[in-house]
């Protein structure tokens, strides 16, 4: 005789298949919380990765924009420095040159050197131009002067050469009254023209003296690797 399965029979039963569903439901929760975990740590690895090399590439693209600029803002203000310096330097060069362009006046002012200066100046252009006519040219103020040194740059072109010379004051061309002195030597009949004035040999003197002015005022260009 058989007997059938009682109430409590079935409770107890179905509280063991609740259990086991309940524990299946609660691992497979875990696991899934496992998974999402894991996903989550993925992506939020990749996204702080992606955030940090964002960060990193603009901070290396401002670090650059801010040497360039610091770069420019040096080579702009060395160039301002270099410019006042050179300025300063040219400055005190043209006020030298000025200092002896005012000089060159008071020079005539002393006869008998001004005489032998004016005889050399015409001994030069008379030995350049190698003629036996020549005529020079001079201030108007200056024609007693030019005169008397004209006749013993004559003597003295004799006593060197052999050759005579005849030397004549171009009274009709004189040099401007605004220069300072010296004299325009003239030849192959007007078609030669060699300025000893002393306002060209200044310039001249410029010139040629500049590099050793700089040299002797502001030592070497450390820069500078030749020098004519």
Same mark, same amino acid.
Request: hydrophobic share 30%; charged share 35%.
């Given at each position: 005789?058989?007997?059938?399965?009682?109430?409590?029979?079935?409770?107890?039963?179905?509280?063991?298949?609740?259990?086991?569903?309940?524990?299946?439901?609660?691992?497979? *929760?875990?696991?899934?919380?496992?998974?999402?975990?894991?996903?989550? *740590?993925?992506?939020?690895?990749?996204?702080?990765?992606?955030?940090?090399?964002?960060?990193?590439?603009?901070?290396?693209?401002?670090?650059?924009? *801010?040497?360039?600029?610091?770069?420019?803002?040096?080579?702009?203000?060395?160039?301002?420095?270099?410019?006042?310096?050179?300025?300063?330097?040219?400055?005190?060069?043209? +006020?030298?040159?000025?200092?002896?362009?005012?000089?060159?006046?008071?020079?005539?002012?002393?006869?008998?050197?001004?005489?032998?200066?004016?005889?050399?100046?015409?001994?030069?252009?008379?030995?350049?131009?190698?003629?036996?006519?020549?005529?020079?040219? *001079?201030?108007?103020?200056?024609?007693?002067?030019?005169?008397?040194?004209?006749?013993?740059?004559?003597?003295?072109?004799?006593?060197?050469?052999?050759?005579?010379?005849?030397?004549?004051?171009?009274?009709?061309?004189?040099?401007?009254?605004?220069?300072?002195?010296?004299?325009?030597?003239?030849?192959?009949?007007?078609?030669?023209?060699?300025?000893?004035?002393?306002?060209?040999?200044?310039?001249?003197?410029?010139? +040629?003296?500049?590099?050793?002015?700089?040299?002797?005022?502001?030592?070497?260009?450390?820069?500078?690797?030749?020098? +004519?």
């Amino acid at each position: 005789m058989s007997h059938g399965i009682s109430d409590d029979q079935v409770a107890g039963e179905l509280k063991k298949m609740t259990a086991f569903i309940r524990q299946e439901a609660l691992e497979k *929760a875990r696991e899934i919380q496992i998974k999402a975990d894991e996903e989550f *740590a993925i992506e939020k690895s990749k996204l702080v990765r992606q955030e940090t090399s964002s960060i990193d590439s603009q901070y290396e693209k401002k670090f650059k924009q *801010a040497s360039m600029s610091q770069q420019i803002t040096r080579s702009t203000l060395a160039n301002k420095t270099r410019i006042k310096v050179l300025s300063a330097r040219q400055e005190l060069l043209d +006020d030298l040159f000025e200092k002896a362009r005012a000089k060159l006046e008071d020079y005539a002012e002393d006869k008998k050197k001004y005489t032998e200066l004016c005889k050399n100046l015409i001994l030069e252009g008379a030995y350049a131009l190698n003629e036996s006519k020549l005529g020079v040219r *001079a201030r108007e103020q200056d024609y007693d002067v030019v005169k008397e040194a004209s006749g013993q740059a004559e003597k003295a072109y004799k006593e060197r050469t052999g050759k005579g010379i005849e030397i004549v004051l171009d009274e009709e061309n004189p040099q401007p009254e605004g220069s300072s002195g010296g004299v325009s030597i003239v030849g192959t009949r007007g078609k030669i023209d060699i300025n000893n004035t002393l306002d060209e040999r200044l310039k001249l003197l410029e010139t +040629d003296a500049l590099p050793a002015c700089r040299r002797s005022l502001f030592g070497k260009n450390a820069n500078r690797r030749f020098y +004519d």
